[in-house]
């Protein structure tokens, strides 16, 4: 089955820094990345999400990449705001379904 | 548009006592869906999924167990709490054809 392995745990990064989230996967089969932002207490809601057939997706100061020959995409969060903290979870959709990595705790220091 | 309840939205419970959750989806006909524990500051840990009707596939062994009795519904139950079931539960459905899975507001749960 798909493995889906996210780095780092914890991030923390000044207020106006750029943040970087990876994950990696094991199912070369895997074609669809959903990235989910979890608030303290609430549910994961969805940011972004990337198909095999690209290669990058931006949508405002969030960007995804996707390197399906390495096997690893990463989250890219720019001009980070005291609201982007929360947990961020990857995902990789396989054959089994959908895999998500343990999360990366993102703190943003004012 | 399609919608996901799920409640309680908290939950205290004594050890050894039963546990009932329920899930449902408003919009959308034969979703797959699924239930998730997370324990605090924690990942998510899928519990059970569900392709249909009377369809349940157990991710984890566990003293949890999982029915859909209709299309849209899906019931989260145990007949004996243990201490180790405190967590946060979420419902979620879709995750079909290469899009995401949608996750209901939760549920916390402490046993005493």
């Known amino acids: 089955g798909e493995n889906v392995e996210q780095h780092p745990s914890t991030l923390s990064v000044q207020e106006g820094d750029s943040a970087v989230i990876k994950c990696t996967y094991s199912?070369?089969?895997?074609?669809?990345f959903p990235w989910y932002k979890q608030e303290l207490g609430k549910r994961p809601q969805l940011i972004i999400d990337?198909?095999?057939?690209?290669g990058e997706k931006k949508d405002q100061r969030i960007a995804v990449t996707l390197n399906k020959t390495a096997k690893h995409f990463s989250l890219h969060i720019t001009e980070t705001q005291p609201e982007d903290s929360a947990v961020y979870f990857c995902?990789?959709?396989?054959?089994?379904?959908?895999?998500f990595g343990k999360g990366t705790h993102l703190i943003i220091q004012p | 548009s399609q919608t996901i309840h799920q409640w309680p939205a908290t939950l205290v419970q004594p050890v050894g006592s039963p546990l009932s959750l329920e899930c449902t989806v408003e919009?959308?006909?034969?979703?797959?869906l699924y239930w998730y524990r997370q324990a605090a500051g924690r990942g998510l840990q899928l519990l059970f999924y569900?392709?249909?009707?009377?369809?349940i596939s157990s991710e984890v062994p566990q003293n949890l167990s999982a029915s859909r009795p209709q299309d849209r519904q899906f019931i989260l139950s145990s007949k004996k709490l243990l201490l180790s079931d405190s967590g946060f539960y979420l419902c979620?459905?879709?995750?079909?054809?290469?899009?995401?899975?949608?996750f209901g507001d939760g549920t916390r749960l402490s046993i005493l």
């Open positions: 979620a459905w879709g995750g079909q054809g290469n899009q995401p899975q949608h």
């Open positions: 199912d070369s089969a895997s074609n669809y």
């Open positions: 990337i198909r095999s057939n690209v």
């Open positions: 995902a990789a959709e396989g054959a089994d379904g959908l895999t």
């Open positions: 919009g959308t006909s034969n979703p797959n």
């Open positions: 569900s392709v249909g009707i009377g369809q």
